[in-house]
Each structure stands twice: as structure tokens, then as C-alpha cells.
């Protein structure tokens, strides 16, 4: 038997065979977000440092914009190399990122580790999405999307939980939680590794309406795929630009959720974390719900605009009641909880959508387009670090908070140009768009 940790497929998997290989893509997303969390150390860091938050944040921005690169650069390599062969040896070497920052002493190190991760991780987080899309065939691809948005929000739950039950063992110890982090994310990696899968180039090349119906566009098997035929098609351009727009809202409470709340409603530390667990609570829910109700209906974009719309409207009247001191935490988490509801409803349809748009320009190309949505997420994160604090502090959060609602308001626009039918028109299953080789900017 070949010893190489890189099996390639050449017929679909189906049945448990394929779920196992989803679960292992989902690990590895929720053990490469796990590595990138510092947030519950973060007050031990900067004392231990003797560094200021702005520093801090100067720091995560910088990193945050390596990773958005080398995003980009991963998603291609992915797309050239196999999911497979680039995810486990770069997640082993985030392994060893981990153990490094255990040597940390002074910010410039800090951001150097930092950087250093960001690279690495972003590189190999590229190749997930794609190992979702290449093991969920359309008729189940919003619902797996939905579980691998389980990655990012877990992490946090994570990172929080294992530092709540350790730290007072290693008497407050922020090194401790990076030799855990590193021993979890080496035993992970090796789980993976023996049980995760790769499909061939020309399996990857097909495009999967159910475990046994496949179809192969034309004209696909002969040209090599080039990076740049996804911009030339607006639908592209409409999807990262209105996901750009509408994760402000998202990366908003994502990054400052708790701060906002005590800010504007008086609420303690403790009192606003509260309020934003509920938020991911429902989230989790909402984000895996919406994705089975569009895999059944086979509909994508009427449930990305109802949810994105309701979402609008919570924050409005989120943004009605700040600066209140009367509102009740009861109301406050009801409220909560139906916003991460309604982002989660958008989410998964979204991420569905998305992958079957740029599939249908050529599946081979998922890596790529998955690259590209990596480096829009995290440079509308790099956007949040930056000037949430700038608005807030020279003007209100109620300010931006209504920014973060306009932006998610143009998102709606942007889902006209997407592909894929508003309604459905019949009991069977919607085919696969035709294929859009040789149609320009103007599809």
C-alpha cells in the first residue's frame, strides 16, 4: 500500500463514506479557527507584554491582512495541488505556530508568531470550503455549508471554555493555553489525516446534483482552468461585493458584540456575553435550518433576501433601542437571539449559492473562488478593526450600527445578479445551469 497521507478518489463516495469525509473538512475548520482564537488571553497578554489595546490591534490587523493574502494564494494552490496534500502539513505547522508563541516576550514577537499563523492557517483553511463542495452534492450543499460555519462560531465557545476550566490550573498561565491548543490541534490534525480524502482532478471536475447523478459541462476537460475567468463574470463580482458589505453587521458583532451591548444599554461584562451567547446559540441553529429548507426546495437566493431582510429590520429596531437604560436583559437577549437567527437564516443559502455560481463557471475553480471569499471576509474584518473604533469614539455605536445596517441593506441589491431561480417550478430537482465558458463581464 502507498504510504502517503494524500488518497484520491475516483469514484464519488456515498453514504457514510462521504459524511465521514465532511465531518473531517468540518474538524478541520473548527480546529483551524480554534488556533487563531487569543481573545480569552488576551487581558493576560497585554499585562504580561506591558502592550496597550491599540498596540493589540495593530497587531491583529496586520495579521488579519497576511491571512487575507495568503488566502488568495492558498485557494489557488488548492485548486492546483489537491484539498488534501496542502491542508495536512500546513495544519501540522500550525501546530508548531502554536508551541512557537509559547516564546513570545514582547509585541514585535507577538506579531511576527501572529503574522506567522495567519499565513500559514490561511493558507490551509483555503482548502475546506472546497472539500465541502467537492463532497456535498448540490441537493444537500446548503445544509453542509451550514455545519461548516460551525467551525469559526465553535472556536470561540472553544477557546473560552477550555481557558474557563484550565487557566486557574497553570495559575493564570496565558502560555499554558498555546501548549493546549498545540497538543489538541496535533492529536486533531492526525485524526484527520488518517480519515479525510481527496477526489481526482476529473472527479473534481464534475458537478454533483445527488450522490449518483453527476454532470460534466463541456469544453472543461481540455483548457487548464486560469484563476481569472471568475472575475470576468459579474455574478463574481456581486457575490464578493455583497458579502463584503453584508459581513460588516456580522464581523461588527462578531468583534465587539459585548462592548456594544454594555456601551449602550450600561449592561456588566459578564451580562453582555451573556446576551451574545444566545445570539450564536440560535445562529448555529438557524444557519443549519435554513440550509436543509433550501437543499429540499432547492432554492437559494428567496431565503438569503428573507433572512438578510429580517435581519435588517431587527438591527433597526436594535438601533431604536440604544442609548436606553429601561430595556430589560430579557429583551435584550429575545432580541439578540432573533438577529443571529436571522443571519444564520441568510448564511447557508448564501454560502450554497455562491459555490454553485462559481461551479458552474468551472468547478475546478472552487478552491479559488473560496480563496477569494476568504480574503474579502477578512478584509472586511481588517475594515472593522479599524474603524469601529474610530466612529464609536468620535461618534456614538448608534452611528454605526446604522452604517453596518446600510451596508447589509445593499447586499439585497447584489443577490438580483446572482444565478439560480427565485421560485420553484416543479417537484423535481432544479438541473444544473448551463455552462458559462466563453460569457464575459456582461453574463
Known amino acids: 500500500m502507498k504510504l502517503s497521507y494524500v488518497r484520491e478518489l475516483d469514484e464519488y463516495p456515498t453514504g457514510g463514506r462521504r459524511m465521514r469525509i465532511l465531518t473531517m473538512a468540518v ?8 488556533e487563531g482564537q487569543i ?17 493589540y490591534g495593530t497587531v491583529s490587523a496586520l495579521a488579519t491582512v497576511a491571512g487575507a493574502l495568503a488566502s488568495v494564494l492558498g485557494g489557488r494552490l488548492t ?4 484539498r488534501v496534500r496542502l491542508l495536512i502539513p500546513l495544519m501540522l505547522l500550525t501546530t508548531v505556530c502554536c508551541l512557537v508563541m509559547t516564546a513570545v516576550h514582547s509585541p514585535t514577537q507577538l506579531m511576527l508568531a501572529r503574522i506567522a499563523l495567519s499565513v500559514i492557517d490561511g493558507m490551509a483553511m483555503a482548502g475546506t470550503a472546497p472539500l465541502v463542495r467537492d463532497f456535498s452534492p448540490r441537493m444537500g450543499r446548503a445544509q453542509a455549508f451550514g455545519f461548516w460555519t460551525w467551525g469559526p462560531v465553535g472556536a470561540n465557545f472553544l477557546a473560552a471554555a477550555i481557558a474557563s476550566a484550565t487557566l486557574p490550573l497553570f495559575h493564570d498561565s496565558w502560555r499554558s493555553q498555546f501548549v493546549i491548543m498545540a497538543a489538541i490541534s496535533l492529536v486533531v490534525s492526525l485524526v484527520i489525516a ?6 481526482s482532478p476529473q472527479l473534481r471536475a464534475r458537478i454533483q446534483q445527488t450522490e449518483r447523478q453527476a454532470f460534466t459541462p463541456d469544453g472543461r476537460g ?27 453587521l456580522y464581523l461588527t458583532l462578531s468583534l465587539y458584540g459585548p462592548t456594544m451591548l454594555a456601551h449602550s444599554f450600561g449592561l456588566g ?14 445562529n448555529l441553529l438557524t444557519v443549519v435550518v435554513s440550509g436543509r429548507i433550501s437543499d429540499r426546495l432547492q432554492l437559494r437566493k428567496p431565503i438569503c433576501v428573507a433572512g ?4 435588517v429590520a431587527i438591527t433597526g429596531y436594535l438601533v431604536m433601542l440604544m442609548g436606553r437604560q429601561d430595556i430589560s436583559q430579557i429583551h435584550l437577549m429575545l432580541t439578540g437571539a432573533l438577529l443571529g437567527g436571522a443571519l444564520g437564516v441568510a448564511y447557508g443559502p448564501w454560502m450554497a449559492n455562491f459555490s454553485e455560481d462559481a461551479e458552474d463557471i468551472d468547478p475546478r475553480l472552487q478552491g479559488s473562488a473560496w480563496g477569494l471569499f476568504g480574503f474579502v471576509s477578512k478584509g472586511a474584518a481588517v475594515l472593522a478593526l479599524f474603524a469601529v473604533p474610530r466612529v464609536v469614539e468620535s461618534s456614538s455605536w448608534h452611528t454605526w450600527m446604522i452604517i453596518a445596517m446600510c451596508c447589509m441593506v445593499l447586499f439585497i441589491p447584489a443577490v438580483l445578479l446572482f444565478h439560480g431561480p427565485w421560485r420553484r417550478t416543479g417537484t423535481e430537482a432544479i438541473p444544473v445551469l448551463a455552462p458559462t465558458v466563453g460569457r464575459g463581464a456582461a453574463d
Do not use: C, E, Q
Open 39 to 55: 481573545a480569552p488571553v488576551v487581558p493576560l497578554l497585554l499585562k504580561d507584554l506591558h502592550m496597550s489595546l491599540a498596540t
Open 308 to 311: 438578510t431582510a429580517a435581519a
Open 27 to 34: 474538524l478541520a475548520v473548527l480546529i483551524g479557527s480554534y
Open 194 to 199: 488518517f480519515n479525510i480524502a481527496d477526489l
Open 269 to 282: 461584562a459578564a451580562n453582555a456575553s451573556g446576551i451574545m451567547s444566545v445570539f450564536w446559540v440560535l
Open 222 to 248: 481540455t483548457a487548464a482552468p486560469r484563476a481569472r475567468d471568475l472575475l470576468t463574470h459579474r455574478t463574481i463580482w456581486a457575490h464578493v461585493v455583497g458579502i463584503g458589505l453584508w459581513l460588516i
Open 79 to 82: 485548486d492546483n495541488l489537491g
